[in-house]
């Protein structure tokens, strides 16, 4: 049995967390949130110690191995994206390796300097990369790789959820905080891609406002439009009629990637081929890092070129301009 620590318990992505620890068969045994809205824990740790200041936090973890001989042996880090290379930084040099929430780190550059404190510390650093661990995601990827090795797939990715004006308000709409959107809500599709299709040969960026994102990426075999957004205004009609308020469509060559399903339990296979050690460290995400930071400072073109059909969608307002 192994013993964790988790960091941002009150989040979104926690419980898949807590799941993955709980189904491993492992134990937590301190969380950290600075909002005490964790009554999740209960359903999975309810002895787990809870704390809400991040100093008493980390007393606890050193107190446990000093004065219980209790050694920490990962922390998972599900807080706001500008916070985990802290996080990752913290887990480290209490002696346990790192299983962190994608993106990892906001910048290609903080992948380098974590990878010196991981020399140093000789603990390790892990990436949720769940979606290469969707059965239709590797099922495209040995597609792609038993055929034609000069074949170059022309893909469609479209990817709406909608949020409120909350989203602006919080840390996800600050982009020194969150990425924008591409990362906050991409950053999995441009990995995935990456990780099927090969290296980026091409980054162009046709729209980027402060509810949707819209571009074009070459990668070594494909040829690939992609649309972002959190305005549900974009929304297709038929998704509109079914009181939907989320859109996900890869086409390649024409033909819908099913994979819809399948994603109860990523998290736990995720925690699973860590245990193993298998799971993906540090440089896995690089690629997708990169595309999201050119993203991020790439000026867009505008609607010239191969760009994707909802691009031409008119743009709106940001909720809080008069």
């Not at 110690?49 to 191995?65: A, C, G, P, S, Y």
């Not at 990362?183 to 990456?194: C, P, Q």
């Not at 090969?198 to 980027?208: D, F, L």
Request: proline share 4%; net charge neutral.
């Amino acid at each position: 049995m192994k013993q964790f620590a988790l960091i941002g318990a009150s989040g979104y992505i926690a419980p898949r967390h807590l799941k993955a620890i709980k189904e491993t068969g492992n134990n937590l045994v301190a969380a950290l949130d600075p909002y005490d809205g964790v009554g999740i824990m209960d359903s999975f740790f309810p002895n787990a110690d809870f704390f809400v200041e991040t100093e008493r936090f980390d007393r606890h973890i050193e107190k446990l191995k000093y004065e219980k001989g209790i050694d920490l042996d990962f922390m998972s880090i599900c807080t706001p994206n500008y916070l985990h290379d802290a996080h990752i930084r913290m887990a480290l040099r209490r002696g346990s390796d790192a299983i962190c929430e994608k993106p990892l780190v906001l910048n290609p550059w903080n992948i380098d300097a974590l990878a010196r404190v991981q020399e140093d510390t000789g603990k390790k650093i892990y990436n949720i990369l769940q979606l290469r661990l969707h059965p239709s995601i590797i099922s495209l990827k040995k597609k792609v790789e038993s055929g034609p090795q000069d074949k170059v797939y022309d893909i469609d990715l479209s990817y709406i959820t909608s949020r409120g004006h909350w989203y602006y308000t919080s840390w996800k709409g600050d982009v020194s905080k969150s990425g924008g959107i591409a990362t906050n809500i991409g950053v999995h599709f441009y990995d995935m891609l990456s990780f099927i299709f090969g290296n980026v040969k091409q980054n162009i960026v046709h729209i980027h406002t402060h509810d949707r994102a819209a571009g074009y990426l070459e990668f070594e075999k494909a040829r690939v439009r992609w649309f972002l957004s959190i305005n549900e205004d974009v929304l297709p009609n038929m998704i509109k009629e079914k009181g939907q308020r989320t859109f996900r469509s890869i086409t390649i060559e024409g033909e819908e990637l099913e994979f819809s399903g399948g994603f109860t339990d990523l998290h736990t296979r995720c925690y699973e081929e860590i245990l193993k050690g298998n799971g993906y460290g540090i440089d896995a995400p690089r690629q997708a890092i990169e595309i999201v930071h050119a993203i991020r400072h790439e000026k867009p073109v505008g609607l010239i070129g191969d760009y994707h059909p909802l691009a031409k969608k008119p743009l709106a307002k940001h909720p809080f301009e008069k």
